[in-house]
């Protein structure tokens, strides 16, 4: 059992390790066009299933909250935290439309759409890109090895590995560093 805890955390710090070093200049540019989104009066909405629904939640507390220093609340939404639009959606129409009806509603021009799907093929996540293209969002896909998102994404974040495991904690990894590289661009005063 301890050789099973050791190897895991290997692996773990191997998957993380190797997705940035060869993503550190897609990483700066997600960064700078997040930083240049919510100071030009923008939003993020993020949005995925499952671990990622989660993952959605935690990373838009980051920004409505605060990450690592003391300022104000920058915009940022989870799509996968009102149980009544998403349970009304799906009952009234399909499941699949869950994040798409609300980047209709709620999603403008130049915001940044964030999905979340670790196989790349969530079908919801691959609408609401969709509908994001329509209306002239920036989409991030953040997944696995590939899947529909990478061609609706403006920025692919594609993790190369076969583990789901490995690939939702390197997720949560990018995800943190964007926080801070944020932070960093829209307020360096605090660092």
Request: one cysteine or more; charged letters at 25%.
């Amino acid at each position: 059992m301890e050789k099973i805890i050791k190897d895991i955390l290997e692996d773990s710090i191997k998957v993380k390790e190797k997705y940035i070093s060869e993503n550190i200049d897609l990483i700066l540019k997600g960064a700078e066009m997040m930083a240049q989104c919510i100071a030009s009066g923008h939003k993020i909405l993020i949005f995925g299933n499952g671990g990622s629904a989660a993952d959605a939640q935690h990373i838009a507390a980051e920004f409505v909250n605060r990450f690592r220093i003391e300022r104000h609340p920058l915009p940022s939404i989870a799509l996968t935290t009102d149980t009544s639009i998403i349970t009304s959606i799906g009952n009234d129409y399909h499941f699949d439309e869950i994040f798409s009806k609300q980047i209709f509603a709620l999603g403008q021009k130049d915001d940044i759409a964030i999905g979340i799907s670790t196989s790349g093929n969530s079908p919801n996540v691959v609408k609401a890109f969709e509908v994001a293209k329509e209306k002239g969002l920036i989409n991030f896909g953040v997944g696995g090895r590939g899947g529909k998102i990478v061609g609706l994404s403006d920025i692919a974040f594609s993790v190369q590995s076969d583990v789901t495991a490995r690939i939702q904690e390197t997720h949560i990894t990018l995800m943190h560093i964007l926080c801070d590289l944020v932070d960093r661009k829209l307020f360096p005063e605090s660092f």
